[in-house]
């Protein structure tokens, strides 16, 4: 969790409320994309008969005379001409429901995919791993610069987290023991504490609300994570294999309004997350975020204190408004400018 706080707008869904709403099945998730789409491949499908039977339309001799027929003979040179363009219309016809078939039939696979990995997660009630994650930020100059981190994060769902986020210019230390949320600033021994009686997916929605925190990463660990990732969607799809960290990988590609994001997910019988990026549409320069999983484990038994939380010696109690510093960019780093 500590490792998914970086300016601008990384949400995936470009939004920072609940999910409660909207519905789970890949169904319903085609149904709204199909809703949002304007004039999309099946629009196109249902025109295209009526305007190659119009080409295709049955021709009448009106003679049977030689004079008529030698009189006929342009009309039948232009219906054989016609008849060429109307091969052309039916193969631009095959070309446009080929293309829309298989955008559709890759739509399909990609929510598939991601519903199987969004299950398998939900399926596991511990989860250890460690990550590695960059964010981006674009200057004035229009200069791209990129900030990394590393952490490790250990879930015991419904409602206890741990997670430790170490960068060039922050290390971050998140407890959550389903009553109290506690955020250390190793660095100056610093921390933030607050009641948050719940589950973890409903602290993750208060520290949006209540925090302004992005935490884009933070859906994949949700309880239903195809919910929280495919809210918004207006396309997907399956682009193909890749191989990340030596592992192969199903890359699927989405498209939300602000954001477009894609996720690698392992092939086979442990569909977890390996790797996730997002791209911001609304920032000048299109800055990044990007998260690589690694070490990923349900077989986990933490300990009895796993998520106790004890101030080090020394340490300081802020106000919650010193979240905002327990970034992963420096201060004073520009976020660029809106398009």
Known sequence: ????????????????????????????????????????????????????????????????????????APSRRFFASALGRRGAFALAAAALLAVGSTARAQEDDALKILKGMSDYLASQKTISLSFDSDI????????????????????????????????????VEFVFDGKTASIVDRSTNGYVQFDAPGTVDQLVDKLRNEYSMALPGADLLDSNAFQALSADVLHGAHIGQGVVGGVECDQLAFRNEDTDWQIWVQVGDKPI??????TSKTEAGAPQYTLVVREWNTDAQPAADAFAFTPAAGAKKLDQAALGAFDEVPPGQPNGEKK
């Open 273 to 278: 997350p390996c790797k996730f990026v997002i």
């Open 136 to 171: 981006e930020v674009i200057t004035p100059d229009i200069e791209k610069i990129q900030f990394a981190s590393s952490g490790q994060l250990l879930l015991s769902r419904p409602d206890k987290l741990r997670a430790i986020r170490t960068g060039g210019y922050s290390d």
């Open 1 to 72: 969790m500590a490792d998914l706080m970086p300016p601008g707008n990384f949400a995936p869904t470009g939004r920072v409320k609940a999910l409660a709403t909207v519905g789970s099945s890949v169904d319903e998730m085609k149904a709204r994309i199909v809703a949002r789409s304007d004039g999309g491949c099946d629009n196109r499908r249902d025109r295209m008969p009526g305007i190659v039977a119009r080409f295709m339309k049955p021709q009448k001799e009106s003679a049977s005379s030689p004079d008529a027929r030698r009189a006929s």
